[in-house]
């Protein structure tokens, strides 16, 4: 039989919580990865999962990740994640939140929950009727938290802008081409910064709309989602799906600045080397993407203002600098420095 604790992608988690709840047919996996910097803090997911197995590994991965991202964003924060087992219809009944916000609350604070993938506001004020322990809870407008979607555009925003000083020795972004994957919430305030500083905007969306739209605003071009990838630029900025960057994307790429807010862009760690041989500088994604989380932290510890917020999002490009500064004099990758410096931080080196 297979121990728990040989599988592939336990990582010493410090929790991992099986939830079940017969009366509400929760069932949910709960991760703690490490509380060494604070509490566990990172989204809950709502997903239908193939397989059961598919979920838990999604818990390990994702909690992981957050304890690196708020570890390299300078948060007192560590990193937890949470998965709920959707059935086929995704149903997702107040009871079933209720079930989960009570098992959130039974950990007593050493994870705390918010938005993911499935899951909006209007679930967490349900969730929050049970527990303490959550974030990411309606604000009034212009109070810290809320959507983290601008605060992330507004990070990534400027780690281009400290790419592009670093690879080209640009200190704007004026006439420099932008090519953008995705036209979401982090691709559209990304597309918006960067053309107000000049940047020619190329901008690709499975939805061609909403390229479109974007395109429009900005001034820009709207290209279709399979040429993104290969389109000659001076950054690519990923902001739609992970895994995109592969041993095969990478020969492709033609451009010499790899920066952008989608999560888990490498598909393995070896793709990491493969694009640090290519010669282009990459963005490690938690560290560029950490906008969000910031604002989020910001508002559960309640620790500052939006000029707080705003003063926290500013050191993502020096952390970027050294990064790249400690690869360009060890020679090893920026992902690998990046979690290098990350399992430092959270006491794991
Ligand atoms: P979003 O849903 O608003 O936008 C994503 C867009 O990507 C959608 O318009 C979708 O149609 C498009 N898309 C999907 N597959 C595509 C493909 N193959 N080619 C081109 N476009 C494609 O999501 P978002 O909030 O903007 O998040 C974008 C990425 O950034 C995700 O990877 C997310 O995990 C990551 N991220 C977001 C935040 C945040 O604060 N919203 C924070 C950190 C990381």
């Known amino acids: 039989m297979h121990s728990p604790w040989d599988y592939p992608d336990f990582d010493d988690h410090e929790i991992v919580h099986f939830v079940t709840d017969r009366q509400s047919g929760l069932r949910a996996v709960i991760c703690v990865h490490s509380t060494h910097l604070g509490p566990g803090a990172g989204g809950v997911r709502f997903w239908h999962y193939a397989e059961s197995g598919e979920a ?71 969730v ?23 605060h992330t555009s507004y990070g990534v925003y400027l780690g281009v802008r400290a790419a592009a000083r670093r690879a080209l020795g640009k200190d704007s972004l004026e006439g420099l081409h932008l090519a953008v994957q995705g036209a979401g919430s982090v691709a559209g305030g990304l597309a918006r910064l960067a ?15 909403r390229a479109q739209r974007v395109a429009d605003e900005v001034g820009g071009t709207a290209v279709p989602p399979d040429s993104i990838m290969t389109l000659e630029a001076d950054i690519l900025s990923p902001n739609a799906l992970g895994a995109i960057l592969t041993e095969e994307s ?8 790899v920066a952008g807010g989608a999560n888990n862009q490498l598909a393995t760690p070896a793709d990491g080397q493969r694009i640090h041989e290519r010669g282009i500088l990459y963005a490690p994604d938690y560290v ?52 290098a410096m990350a399992r430092k931080l959270i006491g794991r080196a």
Request: net charge negative.
């Open 128 to 150: 929050a009727k049970h527990t303490r322990f959550v974030s990411g809870l309606p604000v009034a407008e212009g109070a810290v938290g809320g959507d983290p979607g601008p």
């Open 288 to 339: 560029i993407n950490a906008g969000g989380i910031i604002n989020v932290s910001t508002e559960y510890l309640a620790d500052g203002d939006m000029a707080t917020v705003r003063g926290r999002i500013e050191q993502i490009p020096a952390r970027l600098e050294q990064i790249w500064s400690e690869s360009e004099a060890t020679g090893r990758n920026p992902a690998e420095v990046a979690d």
């Open 56 to 126: 838990l590994r999604d818990a390990l991965r994702l909690s992981r990740g957050m304890s690196f991202k708020n570890a390299m964003a300078g948060l007192p924060l560590g990193g937890g994640k949470a998965v709920i087992l959707a059935d086929e219809a995704r149903t997702k009944t107040p009871e079933l939140l209720a079930a989960y916000g009570r098992a959130v609350e039974r950990l007593g604070g050493a994870y705390v929950t918010a938005e993911d993938v499935g899951v909006a506001v209007p679930d967490l004020v349900e």
């Open 195 to 209: 053309a107000k500083d000049g940047a020619r905007i190329s901008i690709a969306d499975i939805d061609s709309s």
């Open 250 to 257: 990478i020969a492709a790429l033609r451009v010499p600045i």
